[in-house]
């Protein structure tokens, strides 16, 4: 149950600091302060707190496939916003933005954050609620929730310096790089799951590497964390994953095309 506790615990930490971190990282770039985070926390957590404890009800809904459409919702909402993202705030190189471009830069940060942390967060407290129902197993998972959780924050503190301490032209471009793959992750998870709730066909599975390296493995579930590693992806994940790296990605380039092209007054 420690392990179990620590592994998991870790596993969702990692998903939600990857993401913050990064985003705290273009922040800087910009100058406009990290209040902005605690606020996203706050949020948060409430709302994983909340979904948390009506997740009974939850799954009751769209004929008891709740949990997963909703996640799948929230998973693809969070793509969809890192592409507004990336295309509005980080495909123009403003560098005297406007209060306004200010404000809704920070504000989209606020509803990703928030979101993300809804998702991660919530899976956090019903894995907790289920394993301390047995007196036995409090203290170990406990214990093993916080090294978890110590260790996913500490490789956030560590990815957020480490992009710090790269050229500013390199920051934006490794952040890019991390936030495309944290969309990839998104919307290959949301295919998962909405194929698990029959709203999207089976399709082939691509490759089979569990014997390589297993997802159940400390090592597959951290590189699932980083970059949504699976051991039997499926043809639609595979495409998921390519359109929501390709969002970012080509998001960003189009912008900065348009502005390269836009007349100079």
């Known amino acids: 149950m420690f392990l179990n506790s620590v592994v998991l615990i870790l596993q969702e930490i990692l998903e939600a600091a990857l993401l913050i971190s990064v985003l705290l990282a273009f922040t800087r770039l910009r100058d406009v302060g990290h ?13 994983a ?10 799954s009751e ?18 793509m969809l916003l ?5 295309a509005r705030h980080l495909g123009r190189p403003d560098h005297q933005p406007s209060q306004g ?19 991660e967060v919530s899976e956090i407290f019903i894995y907790i609620g289920g394993a301390i129902t047995d007196p036995s197993n409090v203290q170990p998972t406990l214990i093993g929730a916080g090294i978890g959780a110590g260790i996913g924050i500490s490789a956030g503190v560590l990815i957020y310096y480490s992009l710090l301490g790269l050229p500013s032209k390199w920051i934006a471009l490794t952040g890019l790089l ?6 990839g992750n998104m919307a290959s998870q949301a295919t998962l799951l909405l194929t698990q709730a029959d709203w999207l066909p089976y399709s082939r599975i691509l490759w089979d590497s569990s014997e390589l390296l297993p997802e159940n493995s400390v090592l597959g579930h951290l590189l699932y964390a980083l970059i949504g590693y699976e051991a039997t ?3 639609y994940q ?11 990605l080509i998001g960003t380039k189009f912008t900065v095309w348009l502005n390269n092209a836009a007349p100079k007054s």
């Open 35 to 47: 209040r902005w985070i605690v606020a996203a926390i706050i949020i948060g957590c409430l709302g």
């Open 49 to 58: 707190f909340l979904y948390a404890l009506n997740m009974a009800q939850i």
């Open 61 to 78: 809904w769209f004929d008891y496939v709740g949990q997963e459409v909703t996640n799948a919702f929230i998973q693809l909402s969070i």
């Open 82 to 86: 890192l592409s507004i993202f990336a």
């Open 101 to 119: 471009h200010n404000r809704e830069f920070i504000l989209c940060m606020l509803f990703i954050v928030s979101l993300a942390l809804t998702r």
């Open 178 to 183: 991390l936030l495309s793959l944290v969309a």
């Open 233 to 235: 992806p499926s043809l």
């Open 238 to 248: 595979g495409l998921g994953y390519v359109i929501g790296m390709l969002l970012i």
